[in-house]
C-alpha cells in the first residue's frame, strides 16, 4: 500500500529540470551532441548523492548510472528504471516559462503567446483530465516533459523508496541517458555496468500505457549520380542527378506506404532529406514496419523506382545503401513475457485500465532489448511532444511514480 500521507516530490523536481536547456543536435557528430546536456545530468548525480545514493556518477559520455540497494532477502533479479535529458531539436528548449493550470475543466487550452492552442479534438486524453491540474508552457517553447517527467517520477519513486524501508525491492538501477531525441540514445550505453537484468523506460504517454512492441525501422541513402559540365556547354552531355532524384520521388506512391497516409500497423517508406547538385543528389528515407520481413519487400520497391528513374536518364547511375536502425521490441519481449506482465499488474493493483500500445516509432527500449535488456515502456504523462503544445498532467505523474513504486514491488513478491 503506498503512503497516502507521502508528499510527491515530482512537480517541484520537473519545474526544476525544464529551466536546463538540454536540447539535443541531430546535425552534431560528438557525443553526447550538445555538451549542455552534461550540466542537467551532473545535477542529477548531485541528487542522487544527496538522497544517499553515493555510487551515483556520471560517465564521459553522459550516462548517469545509480543503485538503490536491495532490502530483502529473497533473490530478486535487478529491475531498471530508464529516462533520457535531452530535449528535441524541432522546438527550442532554453527559457522554459511552465504554466500550472490547477483544476481544468474542459475546453481547449489557449496558451500565452505564439497564437498556439492545445485542441480537445486533437489531444483526446484531455477529456480524462477534469479537475486535473495541467502543466503547459507559455507557446514560447516546448514543455520538456518529454522526458523530463519521467526523470522527475524516477527520481521521486527513489526517493520514495529511500525514505520508506519498509517497502520490500531487489535492487534497482537508475539511468538517465543523452541523446534519444536524435536516435543515439543507446550508442555508448554500456548494460553491464548498468548491472539490470530487465528494465522499463519511463517516456511514454497515457496513464496506463505500456508499450512492448514497437516498428522495425531501417534507414536507406539513395545516390544519383549524374554528369556535371558548364551549362553553356551541356547540350547533350549534361546528366543533371537533381532531375533524376525529382523524377524518382515524383513516381513515389501517393495513396499508400506513406506516414501521410497510413496509421495503425500499416507500415510505410518516408523521405526524410535531399541534398544535392548537377553531379550527385541523396535521398535519405526511413523505413517502417511492425512485420520485419516487410522491411526488405519495401526496399526493393524503392530500388525498383529508382532503376526506372535511372533508365530515363541514360548515362546515370545510383547507389544504394541500408542501414539497419532498430528492430520490433516484441521479438526479445515475448520471450520474457513476465516484465511486461508485472507493468500490467502493477497497473491494476493502482485501478488503472492497462493500455497495451504499439508505438508506430522506436524507443530506447528497442535498442536496449537487442542489446540483451528486455525493456519495454511504460508513461510518463508526457503529451503532444516536440512542439509548443507539449502538456502533462500532475496527478499522471504522481500515479507514475506509484506504478514504479509498485513494479518494484511486485518483481520483489513475485521472486
Known amino acids: 500500500m503506498f503512503d497516502q500521507n507521502y508528499k510527491f516530490t515530482c512537480v517541484d523536481r520537473f519545474l526544476k529540470y525544464i529551466k536546463y536547456d538540454t536540447q539535443s543536435d541531430d546535425e552534431s557528430n560528438s557525443f553526447p551532441s550538445t555538451e549542455k546536456q552534461k550540466i542537467l545530468s551532473a545535477e542529477l548525480v548531485k541528487e ?191 546528366i543533371n542527378s537533381l532531375k533524376i532524384a525529382a523524377s524518382f520521388l515524383e513516381s513515389l506512391p501517393k495513396d499508400k506506404l506513406s506516414p501521410e497516409t497510413t496509421e495503425g500497423r500499416e507500415g510505410y517508406f518516408h523521405p526524410t532529406s535531399i541534398t544535392g547538385n548537377e553531379e550527385l543528389t541523396t535521398v535519405k528515407f526511413i523505413i517502417r514496419d511492425f512485420n520485419t520481413t516487410k522491411l526488405k519487400e519495401y526496399e526493393e520497391i524503392l530500388k525498383k523506382l529508382a532503376e526506372d528513374a535511372v533508365a530515363k536518364f541514360p548515362g546515370s547511375k545510383f547507389q544504394f545503401d541500408v542501414t539497419e536502425q532498430y528492430r520490433n521490441m516484441k521479438e526479445v519481449l515475448d520471450k520474457h513475457p513476465q516484465v511486461t506482465e508485472f507493468a500490467i499488474e502493477a497497473m491494476k493493483n493502482l485501478e488503472i485500465k492497462p493500455i497495451m500500445h504499439a508505438i508506430r516509432g522506436g524507443t530506447d527500449g528497442a535498442r536496449l532489448s537487442f542489446m540483451g535488456l528486455p525493456t519495454p515502456n511504460i508513461f510518463a504523462g508526457e503529451h503532444a511532444f516536440h512542439s509548443q503544445l507539449e502538456w502533462v498532467a500532475i496527478q499522471d505523474m504522481e500515479m507514475a511514480v506509484k506504478v514504479i513504486v509498485e513494479i518494484a514491488q511486485i518483481w520483489e513478491r513475485k521472486s
Open 48 to 238: 542522487l548523492q544527496a538522497m544517499g545514493l553515493a555510487n551515483s556518477s556520471m560517465d564521459e559520455w553522459g550516462y548517469v548510472m545509480a543503485t538503490i540497494p536491495s532490502n530483502t532477502n529473497k533473490a530478486v533479479p535487478p529491475i531498471g528504471f530508464i529516462a533520457h535529458v535531452d530535449t528535441s531539436p524541432a522546438v527550442s528548449g532554453a527559457n522554459v516559462n511552465a504554466v500550472i493550470r490547477k483544476n481544468y475543466q474542459g475546453g481547449d487550452i489557449h496558451l500565452e503567446n505564439g497564437g498556439y492552442v492545445i485542441k480537445v479534438s486533437e489531444n483526446p486524453d484531455l477529456e480524462n483530465m477534469i479537475g486535473y491540474d495541467i502543466i503547459t508552457t507559455d507557446g514560447n517553447t516546448l514543455l520538456g516533459a518529454d522526458n523530463k517527467s519521467g526523470i522527475a517520477e524516477i527520481m521521486d519513486a527513489a526517493n520514495y523508496l529511500l525514505t520508506h524501508p519498509d517497502v520490500k525491492h531487489g535492487e534497482i538501477k537508475i539511468c538517465f541517458t543523452p541523446d534519444e531525441e536524435v536516435g543515439r540514445g543507446t550508442e555508448k550505453f554500456d548494460v553491464k555496468r548498468f548491472g539490470a537484468k530487465y528494465a522499463y523506460t519511463v517516456d511514454g504517454q497515457s496513464r496506463g500505457e505500456v508499450e512492448s512492441e514497437t516498428f522495425s525501422a531501417d534507414g536507406v541513402t539513395i545516390k544519383f549520380m549524374g554528369k556535371n559540365i558548364h551549362p553553356g556547354y551541356a547540350k547533350g552531355i549534361m
